[in-house]
């Protein structure tokens, strides 16, 4: 009787501790995705930088050009 209750102790406590581990993988992949998420954000934050200097760049040569022809 003793062998059955070590038994299914030892049973019920690898299942706690592969619950325990499956959630921290989640948790780990969660975490990678939301880093991912927000180096994107970044991304497209300083691509969108750039681009409205080069814009404001375009403009003020455009703007010096036509002083020029005055």
């Given at each position: 009787?003793?062998?059955i209750?070590?038994?299914?102790?030892?049973?019920?406590?690898?299942?706690?501790?592969?619950?325990?581990?499956?959630?921290?993988?989640?948790?780990?992949?969660?975490?990678?995705?939301?880093?991912?998420?927000?180096?994107?954000?970044?991304?497209?934050?300083?691509?969108?930088?750039?681009?409205?200097?080069?814009?404001?760049?375009?403009?003020?040569?455009?703007?010096?050009?036509?002083?020029?022809?005055?």
């Amino acid at each position: 009787m003793r062998a059955i209750c070590d038994f299914i102790t030892l049973k019920v406590v690898e299942e706690e501790e592969e619950e325990e581990e499956e959630e921290e993988e989640e948790e780990e992949e969660e975490e990678e995705e939301e880093e991912e998420e927000e180096e994107e954000e970044e991304e497209e934050e300083e691509e969108e930088e750039e681009e409205e200097e080069e814009e404001e760049e375009e403009e003020e040569e455009e703007q010096q050009q036509q002083q020029q022809q005055q």
